[in-house]
């Protein structure tokens, strides 16, 4: 099982010198990849209709990933990049193709783009996109990045894309892994029908019984389990006891991947061990990787 750091992006600040010492520590340690989360805008949740049920709100700041990972680029070397995930509705297809390419490229092959479909109707619509048709526009998008990424020219027509006779120069030296993110049946289901990996955002008994439904589902897609990779997270602040049984449990269910967020979350309650600063979430990484270390 590999395991993965999570930028915690609410947490980090605006210091450079903050970022480039967390993502180096991460790489020094040993840690396979970093995932950065994905949020444009944050919206106030006060007097919704309907209600805004995701953890974050304004009140959050939050690192733009695609750019922030061609910084990291330049300042590691062999650790794996991974939008975790990546809001892609809400993106122009053509214009994530082109940073995905550019990314894959400074990284020397490092970079993976998870992708999903978010929750946050009111950053949708800041962004001038539709929110409600966003499972539909999904799934074509993730064939036109493809497209894009294999073929100098391409003369595409869907119901949400038109692209006439154009190209993305350069293309990238390999195929870019795309993985799908969520939690909910629909999203697996995508992901076994033509994604390159899942990554969950949580653990437990509730994520381990989602993967035995996931594996249903790659199989009646032709697809082998065995080869499909699944990655789960951790967080620090349910504390360590909690961590590790869950992390002994995925390891168990044969999880491939599982990641450390060390940021506060108002979905957990009391935290057992919040972070002030950089240097703290770095030292907790580093406990967690020699608790992971030892199972």
């Excluded at 955002?201 to 082998?224: F, H, I, K, P, Q």
Aim: proline residues 5%; hydrophobic residues 45%; contains cysteine.
């Amino acid at each position: 099982m590999e395991f993965g750091a999570v930028l915690p992006t609410t947490e980090i600040g605006n210091d450079t010198g903050a970022v480039r010492a967390w993502a180096q520590a991460a790489q020094d340690m040993g840690y396979s990849r970093i995932i950065a989360y994905d949020h444009v805008l944050g919206a106030a949740h006060a007097d919704r209709e309907p209600p805004l049920w995701g953890p974050y709100t304004e009140a959050d700041p939050f690192r733009e990933p695609m750019v922030l990972f061609g910084y990291l680029a330049g300042v590691t070397q062999h650790i794996e990049l991974m939008t975790g995930v990546l809001v892609l509705p809400q993106r122009q297809t053509a214009l994530v193709a082109k940073q995905a390419i550019e990314i894959d490229l400074l990284s020397d092959g490092r970079f993976i783009l998870g992708v999903g479909t978010g929750w946050n109707f009111v950053e949708y619509e800041s962004l001038g996109t539709e929110y409600r048709n966003r499972a539909k526009r999904f799934d074509e998008q993730v064939e036109l990045l493809r497209l894009l990424w294999e073929q100098p020219v391409i003369d595409f027509t869907g119901r949400y894309h038109r692209v006439d006779r154009a190209g993305l120069l350069p293309l990238p030296n390999r195929k870019i892994p795309v993985w799908f993110g969520g939690g909910s049946d629909a999203a697996m289901q995508r992901a076994a029908a033509v994604g390159d990996g899942f990554f969950f955002g949580a653990s437990g008994g509730r994520t381990e019984a989602a993967l035995d439904r996931l594996r249903v589902m790659l199989t009646g897609c032709g697809r082998d389990p065995a080869a499909f990779p699944v990655g789960s997270q951790i967080h620090t602040g349910r504390g360590a006891e909690k961590c590790a049984a869950e992390a002994a449990g995925w390891k168990a269910a044969g999880g491939t991947h599982l990641s450390v967020s060390t940021m506060s979350s108002k979905m957990l309650g009391a935290l057992d061990r919040p972070c002030a600063d950089v240097d703290q979430h770095i030292a907790l990484l580093q406990e967690s990787l020699d608790m992971l270390s030892a199972l």
